[in-house]
C-alpha cells in the first residue's frame, strides 16, 4: 500500500536519507582498519602480530596497556614492565636516555627484533643470515620462567654465543633468551619476538613463559606500540573545533526531523498499563494459598526441584543423579559441607511425599535450601524494581 505523503514530508525523508547516508560513509572511511601487520604489535591479528597476548593479560586482569607515546614522556613507576618488541623505528638519543633511565629506576624491558640492539648499551644477540625455523630450548639457568616453563619453542632469527649476560633458554653455545641487569632494573632480550607472536602463544611452555615475564597482577605492563608507528594524536574535534559544530548541528536537525515525522504521523498505541500485583504481593498470596490448602509439603517441592534441577545444570550432572552425587560435586566445587548437603537433599526427597508435613519443619528445609542456594550462587539476586 503506497504512502500518501505530501511534498514537505518527502523533503523530510530526503534529507534524512541523505544525512544518514553521510555518516554512514563518515563512519566506513575514519574508522581504523583491522591490522595485519607482520610483527608484533598488539594491534595485529596476523600470525606474527602479538594480538592474542595483549588480549590475554587484558583479559586475566593484567595491568597492560598500549604504549603510545614516546619513552621521554612516560611516567613509569619501579614495579613496571615496558614490551619492545619488533621495533620498527629507530630510537633518538632522548629516548635512549629516557629508557636508561627507566632501567635504572628498577624497570623491566623486554627486547626483541632486528632493531633492539639501538635502545640500550648491552651487548645484543648476533643475527642469523637466515632463519632456522620453530626449535624448542631448554632452559640454562635457574630463574622464575624456567621454574613455570622449562621448554620454550620459537623462531630463532638471532643467538648469544657466549654468555654475556645470565642465559635462560638455549643450547650449548647458543642461547637465544638472555637477561641482563642495568642498575636495578632488568633487561629481558628475545633471541626472536614469536614467543609472544599468535602463532607462538600456543607452542609448548611459551604462555607459561609469558606470564612468569610479566609477573603478579600488580605490575604495570607497556606494550610498546610508538615504535610500530602508532602515535598517539590529537583528537580531531580538539584539532578542528569546526567539527564539533557541524556534527552538533546536523544530529540538530537528523533529531528533529525524526521527532517531527513521528509525531505526527505514528501510530497511536493505549499506554501500557502497570500490573495491579507486584512481586512481593505475588508470593504472599501464593503462601496463603498452600497454607489454606495445608501443602507444606508442596512448597518443600518446588524449591527443592528448582534447586536440583539448577545445580545439575550448573555442574553438567544427569537428571537422574543421587542426593550422594549431587552433594559430592556441589562440594567439589564449593567450600560446603558434603555431609550437612546430602542430609538435606535427602530430608527434601521424602518430605515432599510426608502430606502432614508441618509448616515449620517446611520453612527449615526451604529455608536451608535457600541459604544453600545463596552461598551457590545458583540463582540472580534481585533488583530493586524486583523487591
Not at 629481558?188 to 602463544?201: I, T
Not at 602508532?230 to 546536523?250: D, N
Not at 543421587?322 to 559430592?328: I, K
Not at 566445587?333 to 502432614?356: G, I, Q, Y
Amino acid at each position: 500500500m503506497p504512502l500518501n505523503l505530501s511534498p514537505q514530508d518527502r523533503r523530510l525523508i530526503f534529507v534524512a536519507g541523505a544525512l544518514f547516508l553521510v555518516c554512514t560513509l563518515l563512519a566506513i572511511f575514519l574508522s581504523p582498519p583491522e591490522s595485519s601487520a607482520q610483527f608484533a604489535t598488539s594491534y595485529s591479528s596476523a600470525s606474527e602480530g602479538a594480538k592474542a597476548a595483549y588480549l590475554l593479560l587484558q583479559e586475566s586482569g593484567y595491568g597492560v596497556e598500549r604504549c603510545s607515546r614516546r619513552p621521554a614522556e612516560l611516567n613509569n613507576p619501579p614495579n613496571t614492565v615496558l614490551i619492545l618488541a619488533d621495533p620498527q623505528e629507530i630510537p633518538d638519543e632522548t629516548d635512549k636516555a629516557a629508557l636508561s633511565r627507566f632501567l635504572s629506576n628498577g624497570g623491566t624491558l623486554v627486547l626483541a627484533g632486528e632493531l633492539s640492539p639501538l635502545f640500550v648499551s648491552e651487548i645484543a644477540p648476533v643475527p642469523s643470515p637466515v632463519s632456522l625455523g620453530w626449535k624448542t630450548f631448554a632452559a640454562q639457568a635457574p630463574s622464575l620462567q624456567a621454574l613455570n616453563a622449562p621448554e620454550i619453542r620459537l623462531d630463532t632469527a638471532a643467538s648469544w654465543q657466549s654468555a654475556t649476560g645470565v642465559p635462560l633458554y638455549g643450547e650449548e653455545r647458543s642461547y637465544t633468551v638472555m637477561q641482563y641487569a642495568h642498575g636495578r632494573g632488568t633487561v629481558l632480550w628475545l633471541a626472536s619476538s614469536s614467543v609472544l607472536s599468535n602463532a607462538g602463544l600456543k607452542e609448548s611452555g611459551n604462555l607459561d613463559f609469558l606470564l612468569s615475564t610479566v609477573g603478579n597482577k600488580s605490575r604495570r605492563i607497556l606494550w610498546d606500540e610508538y615504535f610500530h608507528g602508532y602515535r598517539a594524536a590529537v583528537p580531531a574535534g580538539s584539532a578542528h573545533p569546526q567539527l564539533k559544530w557541524l556534527f552538533g548541528q546536523l544530529g540538530f536537525v537528523a533529531v528533529a526531523v525524526l521527532l517531527t515525522f513521528s509525531r505526527r504521523s505514528g501510530p497511536q498505541r493505549a499506554p501500557r498499563g502497570d500490573s495491579r500485583l507486584s512481586p512481593l504481593e505475588y508470593v504472599r498470596a501464593l503462601g496463603q494459598l498452600y497454607e489454606h490448602a495445608r501443602a507444606a509439603n508442596v512448597a518443600v517441592d518446588v524449591a527443592y526441584e528448582r534447586f536440583r534441577y539448577t545445580a545439575e545444570k550448573r555442574l553438567g550432572l544427569r537428571p537422574s543423579a543421587t542426593s550422594a552425587e549431587l552433594a559430592q560435586a556441589v562440594a567439589d566445587r564449593w567450600p560446603v559441607d558434603r555431609e550437612d548437603l546430602r542430609s538435606l537433599l535427602e530430608s527434601c526427597e521424602s518430605a515432599r511425599f510426608f502430606e502432614d508435613l508441618s509448616q515449620k519443619e517446611a520453612l527449615v528445609l526451604v529455608q536451608r535450601l535457600h541459604n544453600y542456594s545463596v552461598v551457590l550462587k545458583l540463582f540472580p539476586e534481585p533488583t530493586k524494581e524486583g523487591r
